[in-house]
């Protein structure tokens, strides 16, 4: 594949250098010195400078879908949380349980989940931690455990579905995967591992925590109702979602792409706010567009341009076929690494750069283990052990960073050891009951 590429100076091997680049890139985001959407589009950059590939390759090796369904999904979520639906939700699903703290856990892991299943991971964070914090000073409880309990939540439901977490929006583009397909073959197993893991609080916090008779009161005395900024945005923002996750599901009679499907509905979400309020609604596109999180779009860009350099090379495909001769062409074999290296890996790695980095490596092996259909089974074992062994640590996956930030600023202890030593045991019982499920559903 070398054969197509640019000769590059100094007699330098581009299978090796896009190698290398990619590695840098990897060790600059890993660490942290720099932002990651700078670490990548300079890796994307230098590529193209030392003639890797020349630019209109590049722009080839960008999955323009992922890009689309990200900002489209994005926007919808700037422009709902502006009604206070999130808001809400989290209170009312707290007064619905009495106020009793064990309940409130159990609600707003649910809750957390279903939003991160429709929504994204990181946004349902972002709006329901801080009305938890609320929650958890009015009950004079500690807060940990509902923060800790939110972050599994929220990567376990973002697992079940093609646009609940970004690795996942990544093999769904890339494998020509849809809503449906994850719908009917990771949700099945996220929903058991969600379950146990709301057990699992459960007797490690939830029949602890205890709140006065005073605080319950307050707590049930708050208005729920008085969350709702805007209840015109409100109807608007969930009938739209709605019709959105419609598309989703009947996106292949349609004829429609994620893309597509995602920026339509924001589209149509804005223009309504628009129209409503001519004023208002014109002076909220510029703020809508900037709450869309640039940083991931970009970062996004340049990785896709530093992993297409590493596949057109060669190197991928020389990985590729290094698993098939590991696993000897058993396709059961091949699940279990793939499960167990993306999950040990997107515990200390971010999973999003690794997971763009083995989708070509397993495209690479359909025709020797029989073909696109054998091979579907490998893109399960690779989005539930990079969206799953995100869990394992703090530094694992976006949504772990995202409350712990906000933790901290709250002045609430979230730290890398108090989080492990809960999170490594319950992340590593969730990828053994994902292996039971891959033998005993695909093989």
């Given amino acids: 594949m070398t054969a197509d590429l640019p000769h590059l100076p100094f007699g330098l091997s581009p299978m090796w250098l896009s190698v290398l680049v990619l ?22 950059v230098l590529l193209i400078l030392l003639g890797t590939l020349d630019q209109a390759e590049a722009i080839r090796g960008i999955d323009w879908d992922t890009i689309g369904l990200l900002v489209g999904m994005m926007i919808l979520v ?62 004079e409880v500690p807060p940990f455990p509902f923060l800790f309990a939110e972050v599994f939540a929220a990567n376990i439901g973002g697992t079940s579905t093609l646009i609940g977490d ?36 459960h007797m490690i916090w939830g029949r602890s925590l205890r709140a006065s008779p005073e605080a319950r009161v307050l707590m049930m005395g708050m ?22 996750l419609a598309a989703f599901v009947c996106a292949e009679p349609l004829h429609l792409k994620p893309a597509t499907i995602a920026l339509s509905g924001a589209a149509v979400l804005m223009l309504l706010d ?30 896709f341009v530093v992993v297409h350099a590493v596949e057109v090379s060669g190197a991928l495909e020389i990985i590729a076929d290094r698993l098939v001769a590991v696993t000897r062409g058993n396709g059961a074999g091949a699940a279990s690494v793939i499960l167990w290296a993306s ?5 200390v790695l971010d999973n999003i750069p690794f997971v763009a980095t083995m989708i070509p490596v397993i495209k690479n092996t359909s025709a020797a283990f029989g073909g696109e259909g054998a091979i579907a089974p490998l893109w399960w074992a690779l989005s539930l052990g990079a969206c799953l062994g995100g869990n394992g640590t703090l530094i694992g996956a976006s949504p772990n960073l995202a409350v712990a930030g906000i933790a901290e600023r709250n002045g609430v202890h979230f730290s890398f050891v108090r989080y492990f030593v809960y999170a490594m045991p319950m992340t590593l019982a969730s990828i053994v009951i994902c292996q039971l499920y891959l033998w005993l559903r695909y093989f």
Wanted: no cysteine; net charge positive; glycine share 6%.
């Fill in 223 to 244: 208005n729920a109702r008085g969350m709702i900024e805007d209840a015109g945005l409100l109807i608007r923002s969930v009938l739209v979602l709605i019709a959105v």
């Fill in 274 to 303: 628009n129209l409503r309020r001519p004023g208002l609604g014109k002076d909220n596109v510029p703020a809508t567009f900037a709450d869309i999180d640039w940083t991931t779009i970009f970062f996004f860009l340049g990785l």
């Fill in 23 to 44: 590695a840098l890139t990897y060790v600059a985001v890993i660490a942290g010195r720099f932002n990651r959407a700078i670490a990548a589009l300079f890796g994307a």
């Fill in 166 to 201: 970004p690795p996942n929006i990544l093999i769904g583009s890339q494998a020509g995967l849809d809503f449906n397909a994850f719908l009917n073959n990771i949700a099945p197993v996220a929903a058991l591992i969600m379950a146990l893991q709301v057990a699992t609080v």
């Fill in 78 to 139: 700037a422009v709902s949380r502006r009604s206070g639906l999130f808001q809400f939700l989290a209170v009312w699903s707290a007064q619905r349980v009495k106020a009793n703290p064990a309940g409130i856990v159990v609600m707003l892991q649910v809750v957390t989940a279903l939003l991160s299943a429709v929504l994204n991971n990181v946004s349902t964070v972002l709006l329901i931690v801080p009305v938890t914090l609320v929650i958890a000073e009015e009950l």
């Fill in 343 to 347: 999950a040990v890996l997107s515990a």
